[in-house]
């Protein structure tokens, strides 16, 4: 079975999760990805993980996103290093890397030069604002995106407490985003013979996460919040909780009434219709929420939906990934380590029925392919 990228060479100068994450949706279809490394200590995302550190393990983290790939060591300042740089560009397919803007045009790696090298080769950037405009030059972190992307305020408690989502979100959603990029630069060279540049940024990524709510404010001067808009809300049952949605019933009051087995509040005229029922939500659960507790989890999500109302179990990372779905799907695969046992990694999600994703070998030690990289 071939592999749908095989015969792709790629080299990747990235660190952390966003350019990683992309390089390794490239290896997981096929492509040989070289991993370019500091001399020393290789990608930060390495030594993120101090309990795995403490073991003498590989770092969960840099793992996590670093499967299918081989590493060197390269010093893009020492004249040797940056000549066996250049022998690898003109081999490549794909160059690609999150050094801030400007960073690899110093070194003398910027687009112009390299395309002169190689006319073919796709050289895609990833940075956390762009390649110009005012912020263009100011690190980039999730959080810190979240923050100035909007997102940090979007919080469903309402309000104007600013909250952040405890998972790299800017980063996985701009690595996606990058993986794509280069597909369709791959694809189009395959018509014209031309290699292009590629560019995201994890502030674009998160503004164009949010187009819905964006379309409504810039023309028509409000932000939607979508969990104000229905009868949403959580309740607790006797061994946990679950989360109750409104959104697509007309009168989801109504039906969440004959799945409790009580009288229906609907009737009631300030409660009537979907619309009242979102504006008195927090009224309307608090007259629900007691109910659930002589219940389990399992039989108000069971009560609920058969009724036709959207609910589930608010569950732990620990309890998603054990839970029969997750093992349904083919999330989490077993990854081979050089030196310990193999690692329970997530696998990648996107599923292909004639050439799916494969792991051909494990996330590498730094600096291990050095030699069979540059004297092939």
């Not at 809300?233 to 006797?238: G, P, V």
């Not at 389990?296 to 109302?309: H, K, P």
Request: charged share 20%.
């Amino acid at each position: 079975m071939s592999s749908v990228l095989e015969g792709i060479k790629v080299l990747e100068l990235c660190e952390v999760f966003q350019g990683p994450l992309a390089g390794q949706i490239l290896g997981d279809f096929g492509a040989d990805v070289v991993k370019i490394e500091k001399p020393g200590k290789g990608d930060s995302l390495r030594h993120s993980d101090t309990v795995a550190a403490a073991r003498g393990k590989m770092g969960g983290y840099f793992a996590a996103v670093n499967r299918n790939k081989r590493s060197i060591c390269l010093n893009l300042k020492d004249e040797n290093d940056r000549a066996a740089f250049i022998e690898l560009v003109k081999e490549a397919d794909v160059l690609m890397h999150n050094y801030r803007p400007g960073v690899l045009e110093k070194l003398g790696f910027g687009y112009d030069r390299l395309e002169a090298l190689n006319p073919g080769l796709i050289y895609a950037a990833a940075s956390g604002f762009g390649e110009t405009g005012p912020l263009s030059g100011m690190a980039g972190q999730d959080f810190l995106i979240q923050s100035i992307s909007g997102l940090g305020k979007k919080t469903t408690a309402g309000g104007d407490h600013p909250t952040f989502i405890n998972v790299p979100i800017a980063d996985y959603t701009s690595g996606v985003l990058l993986a794509q990029g280069i597909l369709l630069a791959l694809l189009e060279r395959g018509r014209s013979g031309r290699g292009q540049q590629v560019n995201v940024s994890l502030f674009s990524a998160l503004i164009a996460m949010q187009s819905l709510e964006a379309s409504t404010l810039l023309n028509y001067d409000y932000e939607t919040r979508w969990y104000e808009r229905a009868l949403n809300f959580t309740a607790e049952a006797s061994d946990g909780w679950l989360s109750v949605i409104g959104f697509f019933r007309d009168n989801p009051l109504q039906l969440i009434c004959r799945a409790l087995g009580i009288e229906d509040l609907s009737l009631r005229p300030e409660w009537q219709d979907k619309h009242a029922q979102a504006r008195h939500k927090e009224e309307i659960a608090a007259v629900l929420r007691p109910l659930f507790g002589g219940m389990t989890v399992e039989e108000s999500v069971n009560r609920l939906q058969g009724e036709g109302v959207l609910a589930a179990p608010i569950l732990g990372l620990d309890e998603a990934l054990a839970h029969a779905q997750t093992h349904e799907n083919g999330l989490v695969t077993a990854v081979p380590v050089e030196g310990q046992e193999d690692m329970r990694l997530v696998a990648n999600p996107l599923k292909l029925s004639r050439t799916p994703a494969t792991i051909r070998r494990g996330p590498p030690a730094l600096g291990a392919h050095r030699d069979e990289v540059l004297n092939r």
